[in-house]
Nanobody
Framework: QVQLVESGGGLVQAGGSLRLSCAASGGTFSTYAMGWFRQAPGKEREFVATINWNGGRTYYADSVKGRFTISRDNAKNTVYVQMNTLKPEDTAVYYC?????????????????WGQGTQVTVSS
């Protein structure tokens, strides 16, 4: 069973930066595509960013493109998202997810394992 544990969330002022980390255990991390999603109160979970198994391909939601960068370190079984120029509308619980498919997808249903989430709050 794959376990994912996110960290790095917190409270930041608008314009600030945070880096979220997601550590994986119990599976073959280097073969999984990884994704970040977020969910704000009263809203559906939405795609943020995804990266394929070797980091060669990345995709971003239009709302974060140019501000967020997803990356992975297969030697450390960890995926990251660097979030810059944060806005109040980025406030949400951020979830890490792993897909047994090696290829990145933006669909919630394309992921097999999920972390517990980490809160990001951006104040104006």
């Amino acid at each position: 069973q794959v376990q994912l544990v996110e960290s790095g969330g917190g409270l930041v002022q608008a314009g600030g930066s945070l880096r979220l980390s997601c550590a994986a255990s119990g599976g073959t991390f280097s073969t999984y595509a990884m994704g970040w999603f977020r969910q704000a109160p009263g809203k559906e979970r939405e795609f943020v960013a995804t990266i394929n198994w070797n980091g060669g391909r990345t995709y971003y939601a239009d709302s974060v493109k140019g501000r967020f960068t997803i990356s992975r370190d297969n030697a450390k079984n960890t995926v990251y998202v660097q979030m810059n120029t944060l806005k109040p509308e980025d406030t949400a619980v951020y979830y890490c997810a792993a897909s047994r498919s090696a290829y990145a997808t933006q669909k919630v249903g394309g992921y097999d394992y999920w972390g517990q989430g980490t809160q990001v709050t951006v104040s104006s």
